[in-house]
């Protein structure tokens, strides 16, 4: 047959193994370079970073010194640097809270304005600040249009303790929003209407 004549004219080396594929192509193909895809070489690099990180845990841990008790909050840990599970979202849950009992000041500031001077134009701020916190804009956008427009109102306002009132309304406003989680935050307490935080100042006081 014609393929029986082809293999026998071919040298040993050049004939097929297995399938059509000879030892010299096998040969050839182990020496040959191959190019690795750019996203497979990301995915390593971005997996072995990750090893990186926790490797010094993962030798601590191994070390068989430590107690259930320790290993179950280190693995909680974990489980929330990563938002993984029943975990998911606790990290930045409790990071709001941090948050808040360090801003009761400002807080309460801002509530005791909003209660005690209810006119017109002070109404109107507030449904413009609450307006600014719910848009799209990004943090620093919405603290420097907040700022403006209460600046804009206190060079009109004439009577002394309004004036008061807002240049306090806006440095606590001013120094929630410098914080990375503040506009979560004031979005937050905006949008449950939450003015009372008693618990926040037991929490503190423990």
């Not at 209810?118 to 990004?138: A, I």
Request: aromatic share 10%.
């Amino acid at each position: 047959m014609k393929i029986e004549s082809e293999l026998i004219e071919k040298s040993w080396w050049n004939r097929p193994l297995f399938s059509s594929v000879s030892l010299w192509e096998r040969v050839l193909g182990a020496l040959t370079r191959k190019n690795i895809p750019e996203l497979a070489l990301s995915l390593y690099d971005q997996e072995f970073k990750e090893l990186e990180k926790i490797e010094p845990t993962l030798r601590m841990l191994d070390n068989g010194q430590y107690s259930s008790e320790f290993l179950f909050y280190v693995n909680i840990k974990q489980k929330m640097g990563s938002d993984l599970n029943e975990y998911q979202h606790l990290a930045t849950f409790i990071e709001i809270c941090d948050l808040t009992t360090r801003n009761i000041k400002h807080l309460h500031i801002l509530s005791r304005v909003e209660l005690d001077f209810g006119g017109k134009t002070q109404v109107r701020l507030y449904k413009f600040v609450e307006e600014q916190l719910n848009s799209d804009c990004e943090r620093k956008a919405i603290r420097k249009s907040i700022q403006n427009e209460i600046k804009r109102l206190i060079f009109d306002t004439r009577n002394e303790p309004t004036k008061e009132a807002l240049i306090s309304y806006n440095q606590a406003l001013q120094s929630i929003l410098k914080q990375k989680l503040g506009l979560k935050l004031l979005k937050f307490l905006k949008k449950h209407k939450i003015t009372n935080y008693s618990i926040y100042c037991f929490i503190l006081s423990l």
